[in-house]
């Protein structure tokens, strides 16, 4: 390589994507490109319409394309472990998202559009290890919510809607600088509700409706974790971000 030139991203063609796509036992079309150094997100992959699952972790990606709310039929996505500092607004097209994962990166309160109040499927949203110090408002209309990740922010407080999200178990708070008075309403708050679920399921009035064991959990504590791709998206680190990201980037 000649001297002072640094090694480029790689880059992917529309071919090589195709070729990438896995389809599970149960038809699910999945795109693994985790650990692929890649800085830009492939515009090739816009013509991917019928993927349901994009893992895009651990890259270098900066910035997502206008446009990425045109990848509709995806059902999950993962962007964790990159150096985004914004999310499109047109994000908020893609109704068909379960989970959305934008952990470990840089983005701000003004990066995160409330167009994602749009994506009425959503089950679980994991914003960990960001530079958050407040929620777009419309994410109140998440009523499918179930499992939120705000762990490793700058929130000082945490907006009143958080407690009364209809399907909320879990969620996660963990190093913020919240009060100690306000972690403690908030577990409080997150299990009362949970258990008046419960209760509802016991007498009927939630009839032909699935609802997990255990009360909710609000994760204020230090505690073993790690990645596993795409379904765990409350996933944290055990260092500081710079420090994970750097560990992380020599083992690929």
Same mark, same amino acid.
């Given at each position: ?63 997502? @394309?206008?446009?990425? #709310?045109?990848?509709?039929? =995806? $059902?999950? %996505?993962? &962007?964790?472990? !990159? +150096? /985004?500092? *914004? ?25 995160? @559009?409330?167009?994602? #109040?749009?994506?009425?499927? =959503? $089950?679980? %949203?994991? &914003?960990?290890? !960001? +530079? /958050?110090? *407040? ?118």
């Amino acid at each position: 390589m000649p001297k002072g030139k640094k090694k480029k991203g790689n880059e992917l063609t529309l071919q090589a994507a195709k070729k990438a796509v896995e389809v599970t036992a149960d038809g699910v079309r999945r795109l693994t490109l985790s650990k692929m150094r890649l800085t830009k997100f492939p515009d090739c992959l816009l013509k991917l319409p019928n993927v349901d699952e994009l893992d895009l972790s651990r890259n270098l990606i900066k910035e997502l @394309p206008k446009n990425i #709310g045109d990848l509709k039929s =995806l $059902k999950l %996505l993962d &962007l964790h472990t !990159n +150096k /985004l500092e *914004s999310v499109p607004e047109s994000i908020g097209n893609m109704a068909a998202l379960t989970h959305l994962n934008l952990s470990n990166n840089y983005i701000t309160s003004e990066g995160l @559009p409330s167009t994602l #109040g749009s994506l009425a499927n =959503l $089950k679980t %949203l994991n &914003l960990g290890l !960001n +530079k /958050l110090d *407040s929620l777009p408002s419309t994410l109140e209309a998440l009523n499918n919510l179930e499992d939120l990740g705000l762990f490793d922010n700058q929130f000082i407080n945490l907006p009143d809607y958080v407690t009364t999200l209809p399907n909320l178990i879990k969620i996660n708070v963990r190093r913020n600088p919240l009060s100690g008075i306000q972690a403690e309403e908030l577990e409080k708050k997150v299990r009362k509700d949970r258990k008046k679920k419960g209760r509802k399921k016991e007498d009927g009035s939630m009839c032909g409706s699935e609802d997990s064991e255990g009360d909710s959990e609000v994760e204020m504590v230090e505690e073993k974790r790690r990645y596993v791709g795409l379904i765990v998206p409350n996933s944290v680190a055990k260092v500081n971000q710079d420090e994970w990201r750097i560990r992380k980037t020599d083992q690929t």
